[in-house]
Nanobody, 120 residues
Framework: QVQLVESGGGLAQAGGSLRLSCRTS????????MGWYRQAPGKQRESVAT???????NYADSVKGRFTISRDNAKDTVHLQMNALKPEDTAVYYC??????????????WGQGTQVSVSS
């Protein structure tokens, strides 16, 4: 199975920047949509940004103009550049991938999460 490993989280000041990366390992026929989700304490997990294999993107209204998602299909990696961070961006960020296995079975895969904390 494919595994997802996030990196790049940490502490930033309001107005600062962080870059999250998610690399895949394991074997898959193809990685389709990838994305970043986040979950703040006491809140439900929400979509932050998603990107299709051909590069089409979708962003939550709260991060439009501040966050940029990108991917490298050759390496099956996805990144999230986060600029102009706000305290309300504080959350655990999770990488997600829609995987088509060699058997042609489809499944969702989540990373373990990386903490992003923004101080005011």
């Amino acid at each position: 199975q494919v595994q997802l490993v996030e990196s790049g989280g940490g502490l930033a000041q309001a107005g600062g920047s962080l870059r999250l990366s998610c690399r895949t390992s394991g074997i898959a026929f193809i990685i389709n949509d990838m994305g970043w989700y986040r979950q703040a304490p006491g809140k439900q997990r929400e979509s932050v940004a998603t990107i299709t294999r051909d590069g089409s993107t979708n962003y939550a209204d709260s991060v439009k103009g501040r966050f940029t998602i990108s991917r490298d299909n050759a390496k099956d990696t996805v990144h999230l550049q986060m600029n102009a961070l706000k305290p309300e961006d504080t959350a655990v960020y999770y990488c997600h991938a829609d995987v088509l296995a060699l058997s042609r079975a489809k499944y969702d895969k989540w990373g373990q999460g990386t903490q992003v904390s923004v101080s005011s």
